[in-house]
């Protein structure tokens, strides 16, 4: 019998599916596998399985296939996919895995007791996206064109809905369908951002590292001059990490709008690497010209500098208080750091923090974030599923001994991030 190949990880990262191989590889459970041919046949359709592309990706692999498709997802593997070789043990993923497969079942035992499927909820969720998209591009034409200032306020909120909307889109979670999915997620590019860069921003850095001081992008926003996790360096500046803080948060759909460009033109993110073709370049450049256009020349030509500033803080400063407020509150308290030897399904858990778990209506509002735990957890489930199986997600984690957070509304899980940050900021925390 032949020794299986060593692949080592420099040589995956070579077949990101761009550049000179245009082969895309990957790393599951420690086997290198080539999903060229399999990518335009995905299921979930292309653009999320691309990101598995050049790296090891059992943790999406893992949380994006649920009990329901094991059996169609290990025909795949074994049919669709050409095996490569072994995948160096010092970079693969590991942990005990019976957290992970207990909860799976349970979960899925839930909602079939329950009558319910993964995609509950998506008639939902296309209905707003639709609405909120219509709306949006109905204010924006009476604050752009016509000058009606006091509408700006009310565009911010769309912009937090929408935000919220396309998170559920870029996860695949808002539709069964891959271009119902691909259509949501464009309302970030709707509101200045990019669901492009979004996509390894969020699944990539974050949900596969919550809370890595390495490697999650979501505690970097702001360094150095903000200090979000604890294990980052502090400065004498960071005293005032609380205030700041607050007052960076305003700039949260700004960032976005600049930082897309600069992510894209490094190809890199933390130190993870993104893929970019000539087609994500281009649909950058048309996404970010457009929102310029609407948002700043128009109301600059007819209204002038003053007016399109008032209109920008007015819209962009709600939004982002709205999206980056909601958040912020998850991940961004005291003692939510794992251990990285563990499994990714125990790191998911104690990383993130919940906020009135089963309440329908802060799900709705916080666009499913109330329930982040759940959320890492399974994060191609429809965010209506959430407060059916919250309360089997917390029973599992406490029966392995795992830290659930939970705080009983947004405001105790404010005051405890405001209390984090100030916390960050002080001189013992080193």
Not at 119 to 135: K, P
Not at 315 to 322: D, E, R, S, W
Request: contains cysteine; positive net charge; aromatic residues 14%.
């Amino acid at each position: 019998m032949a020794v299986p190949r060593v692949i080592s990880r420099a040589e995956l990262e070579q077949h990101a599916g761009v550049g000179a191989t245009r082969t895309y590889w990957t790393a599951i459970h420690g086997k290198v596998y080539d999903f060229t041919d399999f990518v335009e046949k995905h299921p979930g359709g292309a653009k999320i399985i691309r990101l598995a592309a050049a790296r090891d990706s059992t943790i999406l692999f893992e949380s994006h296939h649920l009990e329901k498709s094991q059996t169609r997802v290990g025909v795949a593997l074994k049919n669709d996919l050409k095996y490569i070789g072994e995948y160096d043990p010092a970079e693969t993923e590991s942990g005990d895995p019976t957290f992970w497969t207990t909860l799976r079942k349970r979960v899925d035992d839930r909602l079939t007791s329950l009558g319910l499927s993964y995609h509950y909820g998506s008639r939902y969720i296309e209905v707003e996206s639709a609405v909120c998209a219509g709306l949006f591009l109905i204010l924006t034409y009476f604050v752009s064109f016509q000058g009606i200032l006091w509408l700006a306020p009310f565009m911010g909120f769309l912009a937090g809905r929408l935000g919220f909307l396309m998170h559920s889109g870029n996860h695949c979670s808002s539709s069964k369908t891959p271009t119902d999915n691909h259509l949501i997620a464009l309302c970030m590019n709707l509101i200045g951002g990019s669901s492009f860069i979004w996509r390894y921003q969020h699944q990539v850095t974050h949900h596969m590292y919550p809370n890595d001081p390495t490697r999650d992008k979501d505690v970097h926003s702001g360094k150095p001059i903000l200090r979000l996790h604890s294990q980052h360096d502090r400065h004498f500046w960071h005293r005032f990490n609380l205030p700041a803080t607050a007052a960076m948060m305003s700039g949260f759909l700004f960032k976005w709008f600049v930082s897309d460009v600069f992510h894209t033109i490094r190809g890199k993110m933390v130190g993870i690497s993104i893929h970019v073709s000539l087609a994500d370049v281009i649909g950058l450049i048309l996404t970010k010209a457009q929102w310029f256009v609407l948002h700043v020349a128009i109301p600059y030509y007819y209204f002038g500098a003053r007016y399109t500033a008032e209109s920008l803080v007015l819209f962009m400063g709600v939004g982002a208080y709205y999206l980056g407020g909601t958040f912020i509150v998850n991940h961004i308290q005291d003692d939510l750091i794992s251990d990285p030897k563990d499994h990714w399904a125990k790191r998911q858990v104690v990383a993130s923090s919940n906020w009135s778990s089963r309440s329908f209506f802060s799900n709705w509002v916080s666009g499913g974030l109330n329930h982040q735990i759940e959320h890492h957890l399974f994060p191609s489930m429809n965010i209506y599923c959430y407060p059916y199986i919250q309360d089997v997600v917390e029973t599992t984690a406490k029966e392995f001994g795992i830290s659930y957070r939970t705080y009983p509304s947004f405001g105790a899980a404010l005051q405890s991030t405001c209390k984090y940050l100030y916390k960050l900021g002080m001189k013992y925390i080193d």
